[in-house]
């Protein structure tokens, strides 16, 4: 079946008030980014709607990219033909002639968006729906529950006909809702928490902290692999911040604080990483916490490390459960990377009884006795490196990312 067409559908964006024009805006530039590996396809936007015009490219490769882009709930591949009745009966028989088996049981939900076409839309079903029912003897017609529902858009410029419906990404369009630093180490659920951050519109900057000679290069490169990987999502380079840690860890190592530890490098980071949210102007912190994982994701620890910053801490994961995660995990494609056994910073120094419920006076306390903490970090931020990444292997760039985007905020 040579389709013409695809329609996306809108997700939660069409709630949108006077600001919808420009989240559209914002839809329509993620789809000819994501589309650039199809020079042939065009567009044509309606309200609600936005079509891509195949212009002969097949339609199954521009589906399986368009299904992973954030802000479209659903696309379907469409036939238009002139808005006339034999015209629509002969497309009807393309269709049906298409399907691999012939469905016991179908009906005809046809719309007439255009009032001037001479025939209404429960008329439409009759006349499609006796033009095809005698070509099929063994289908019968099932208004409620039919194997297949063949919808018959009528517009003005032209009639579409699509059968399929296939579910897409959802959530908004990329950078829709502002900027965020995302904290990203090699584990299974930092990817995931900035999948689901990009789901919701966020731009992310990923941030890692690395320990040489302690952590190994192979760690590293895992984490630019899945960073690469969040770059196929968001259809725009990322850029990937990483941060030396290694004299902050062996500063707070040798504070003699060791069930604190996990505490005081976590708050470190925190200040590390907001500082570089001023530098390149985000809004929030994305982390990949889980309620109750480790000792440092209860509910105390994380009010003790989340009061090192002032910015919104988002925590896309925090009630999931982990096999929720790695479900996900391993929908987006950052599973088998993540399970590499190359471990990070935090998993290295872990101690043997990391304090599940640190008291914030004691912890700041400690902090005021590392007095050249603050100076540390500020090496470490001063020391980052910082790499823009897009989702080709080997390819790194390290120019700015788009800055055409409007602010509206």
């Given at each position: 079946?040579?389709?013409?067409?695809?329609?996306?559908?809108?997700?939660?964006?069409?709630?949108?008030?006077?600001?919808?024009?420009?989240?559209?805006?914002?839809?329509?530039?993620?789809?000819?980014?994501?589309?650039k590996e199809f020079p042939e396809v065009t567009y044509?936007?309606?309200?609600?709607?936005?079509?891509?015009?195949?212009?002969?490219?097949?339609?199954?490769?521009?589906?399986?990219?368009?299904?992973?882009?954030?802000?479209?709930?659903?696309?379907?591949?469409?036939?238009?033909?002139?808005?006339?009745?034999?015209?629509?009966?002969?497309?009807?028989?393309?269709?049906?002639?298409?399907?691999?088996?012939?469905?016991?049981?179908?009906?005809?939900?046809?719309?007439?968006?255009?009032?001037?076409?001479?025939?209404?839309?429960?008329?439409?079903?009759?006349?499609?729906?006796?033009?095809?029912?005698?070509?099929?003897?063994?289908?019968?017609?099932?208004?409620?529950?039919?194997?297949?529902?063949?919808?018959?858009?009528?517009?003005?410029?032209?009639?579409?006909?699509?059968?399929?419906?296939?579910?897409?990404?959802?959530?908004?369009?990329?950078?829709?809702?502002?900027?965020?630093?995302?904290?990203?180490?090699?584990g299974i659920d930092s990817p995931v928490a900035g999948?689901?951050?990009?789901?919701?519109?966020?731009?992310?900057?990923?941030?890692?902290?690395?320990?040489?000679?302690?952590?190994?290069?192979?760690?590293?490169?895992?984490?630019?692999?899945?960073?690469?990987?969040?770059?196929?999502?968001?259809?725009?380079?990322?850029?990937?911040?990483?941060?030396?840690?290694?004299?902050?860890?062996?500063?707070?190592?040798?504070?003699?604080?060791?069930?604190?530890?996990?505490?005081?490098?976590?708050?470190?980071?925190?200040?590390?990483?907001?500082?570089?949210?001023?530098?390149?102007?985000?809004?929030?912190?994305?982390?990949?916490?889980?309620?109750?994982?480790?000792?440092?994701?209860?509910?105390?620890?994380?009010?003790?490390?989340?009061?090192?910053?002032?910015?919104?801490?988002?925590?896309?994961?925090?009630?999931?459960?982990?096999?929720?995660?790695?479900?996900?995990?391993?929908?987006?494609?950052?599973?088998?990377?993540?399970?590499?056994?190359?471990?990070?910073?935090?998993?290295?120094?872990?101690?043997?009884?990391?304090?599940?419920?640190?008291?914030?006076?004691?912890?700041?306390?400690?902090?005021?006795?590392?007095?050249?903490?603050?100076?540390?970090?500020?090496?470490?931020?001063?020391?980052?490196?910082?790499?823009?990444?897009?989702?080709?292997?080997?390819?790194?760039?390290?120019?700015?990312?788009?800055?055409?985007?409007?602010?509206?905020?």
């Amino acid at each position: 079946m040579m389709y013409d067409r695809i329609v996306l559908r809108y997700g939660d964006l069409t709630m949108k008030g006077r600001n919808r024009k420009i989240f559209e805006d914002k839809m329509l530039k993620s789809v000819k980014r994501a589309m650039k590996e199809f020079p042939e396809v065009t567009y044509w936007r309606t309200f609600g709607r936005l079509y891509v015009i195949l212009n002969g490219t097949p339609h199954q490769p521009v589906i399986d990219r368009l299904k992973d882009l954030f802000g479209i709930v659903s696309v379907s591949p469409v036939l238009s033909v002139p808005s006339e009745v034999e015209a629509i009966k002969a497309a009807a028989d393309q269709v049906m002639n298409s399907l691999a088996t012939v469905p016991a049981t179908f009906k005809i939900n046809a719309r007439r968006a255009w009032k001037k076409f001479a025939h209404g839309s429960h008329e439409m079903n009759h006349l499609i729906g006796s033009h095809i029912l005698p070509q099929y003897p063994d289908m019968k017609v099932d208004v409620h529950n039919p194997e297949l529902e063949l919808k018959i858009d009528i517009q003005e410029e032209a009639t579409y006909l699509y059968w399929e419906n296939i579910a897409a990404a959802g959530g908004f369009p990329y950078g829709s809702n502002g900027k965020a630093m995302l904290l990203l180490s090699g584990g299974i659920d930092s990817p995931v928490a900035g999948w689901m951050a990009l789901r919701k519109g966020l731009e992310i900057e990923a941030v890692h902290f690395h320990s040489y000679p302690f952590t190994s290069q192979q760690a590293t490169d895992k984490v630019i692999t899945l960073a690469r990987r969040l770059s196929y999502y968001s259809g725009v380079p990322i850029r990937l911040h990483l941060v030396p840690f290694t004299e902050i860890q062996t500063r707070i190592t040798h504070s003699n604080q060791e069930n604190l530890t996990i505490t005081l490098m976590r708050r470190a980071m925190l200040r590390i990483t907001e500082q570089l949210a001023v530098k390149y102007k985000a809004g929030g912190i994305v982390t990949g916490e889980s309620l109750g994982q480790v000792a440092s994701q209860t509910l105390s620890s994380m009010n003790v490390i989340g009061r090192a910053t002032v910015l919104p801490m988002i925590k896309p994961a925090i009630m999931m459960d982990k096999q929720e995660i790695i479900t996900i995990a391993r929908k987006i494609g950052t599973f088998e990377t993540s399970i590499l056994p190359f471990e990070d910073c935090c998993t290295l120094f872990l101690p043997k009884s990391p304090s599940t419920n640190p008291n914030l006076r004691i912890v700041e306390r400690v902090e005021s006795q590392l007095p050249d903490l603050d100076d540390l970090i500020k090496q470490a931020v001063e020391g980052t490196e910082s790499i823009l990444l897009n989702m080709t292997e080997g390819n790194h760039e390290h120019e700015q990312a788009d800055k055409s985007e409007e602010d509206w905020f």
